[in-house]
């Protein structure tokens, strides 16, 4: 689905700043990818990339990030590289962003913003019949109608988020991109969205590249995972194989210093005081 | 003196008018809250979930906030009233914050060293700048940096996880006799998460100042604290030694709390379901592949 052969990212506003260096990796189809990293490791940066948005100074330097996919209307197959993919965004590509708050117009229902990000094969009938589809979609996602004539601020954190997510889906892209979607989130309201994302993938049998700083999310849900470290990958593979063997000592350091909800305490560790 | 609770905290409330230019309702955030810091330090964490009323609580203890109902009182005295109440000068020598943002919590036009000593002086814990100097670097020394260290440096030319150590120093230069720390990690790298939380544990032991971490984070509070409590839409819903709540949670806000986190070891039974019923909608089929829409 997507090939990134030796890719060298960055920002050329000021210079060149390296944020990705010489990176390699082959997504495939029907599977959740993880990217794992702390700040500054280039996890952001490399999904930017993929997703084609170099509209921010961000650039490749060398190497290629290439897709291909089938289009729906001809099902001839496209092929090009992540510069030209803006065409397909919103409609093979989705982007879930972190802030849900930032990307939503404070000033738009959010009926007016599914509409608008909806490519033009979507917006075939009527405006009543096209809200009776995105409603009824909602609703699938125990998400009631009346979100639709809600104004972003009159929505919780976690419902915004899930709207994000529904919206997504809904125009059943072939691959998902997602950034930190659940961050800024409560652990209830996080959980329910990651297996809100888990069961679009299941359905739609497509692509999910996840990128999160917490380990535990990626144990959760992902099939395979990456482990970025400045910006360079320190190591791929299955996630279930990464946990129960890490390769990299980077990576070993990660999972030990994950805190566990059993098992040893700081109090222990210091001797229990006097 | 020296047996009297750190801080108890009795029967505390604090409400909020909600909406309504004339009358409106009230909304109690924090919602009839007791719990005591006992003289020997340690750590209590509050645990809870966004508005659960953990942060209202905080800065109640620090003082921003009035509490609308009961009392609150450090080292046997009362912190809010007429009578007896401490004044700001001991109060803030005696109690000290650190916040979940330090880029926002020191002046991004001082040098960092700078505003170090000015919380010396201003606290009025050194009378000379060289008084000042040497505090700060003791309270440097005990988070593993020193003023030589960070001369000349403003808060950007830090990362997030060296700066929080440098906040944890700065509530360090009085010497306070309890530090409200709140959500101090949420935005560390998990690698060095655990270093400054163990930290606190360190200044526990070593330097006897105890700990009020407030935090949406069950495990760090379990690895953390002596006591922990469990706070839902403003109430403490179960309180104790983090070892019995999390082994045997009586609540099921706590065990909804806990199935919650993404742990590595087990993955959650939810997913196994997974999949089965998916939203439909018109313009393609659900077939799972790309079929040509049906408006085309």
Known sequence: MI???????????????TAVDQVSLTIGDNEIVGIAGESGSGKSTLMRAIYGDFSTGLGIKSGTIAGRFTD????????????????????????????SMSVLNPLMKIEQQVVDGLPKRERGGSRKDLRARIAKFLAGFGLEENVLDAYPHQLSGGMRQRVLVAIAAFVNPRLILADEPTTALDVVVQKKILLMMVEIQRRLQNTLVLVSHDLGVHYQITDRLVIMYKGKIVEAGRTADIFANPQHDYTRNLIA???????????DRVGAGA | MSDAPILEVRNVSRSYRKGGFFGGTHFKAVDEVSFTLPAKPQVFSIVGESGSGKTTLARMVLRLVEPSEGDIRLLGRPLTGKEGRINDLEFRRLVQPIFQNPFEAFSAYLPIEDYLRRTALNLRVAKTVEEANQLADRALRSVNLSLERIRGKYIRQFSGGELQRISVARALIPQPKLI?????????????????????????EEQGVSFIYITHDLSTAYYLSDQVAIMNRGRVVESGVPTDILDNPTEA????????????????????????????????????????PANA
Request: charged share 20%; proline share 6%; aromatic share 8%.
């Open chain 1, 257 to 267: 210093s994950l805190p566990r909800l059993h098992g040893q305490r700081a109090v």
């Open chain 2, 253 to 292: 806000y706590t065990r909804e709390l806990m199935a919650a986190i993404p742990t590595v070891g087990e993955r959650w039974s939810e997913l196994e379901d997974i999949g089965r019923t998916y939203p439909t909608h018109s313009s393609r089929q659900q077939t799972g592949s790309n079929q040509p």
């Open chain 1, 3 to 17: 090939s990134i052969d030796n890719v060298t990212v960055g920002y050329g506003t000021v210079g060149f700043i």
């Open chain 2, 180 to 204: 409200v720390a709140d959500e101090p990690v949420s935005m560390v790298d998990a690698s060095l998460r655990m270093s400054i939380v163990n930290l606190f544990r360190t200044i526990v």
């Open chain 1, 72 to 99: 729906a209307a001809s099902d001839q197959t496209i092929e090009k590289p992540s510069s030209q993919f803006r065409d397909l965004w919103w409609d093979q590509i989705s982007y879930i962003p972190q802030g």
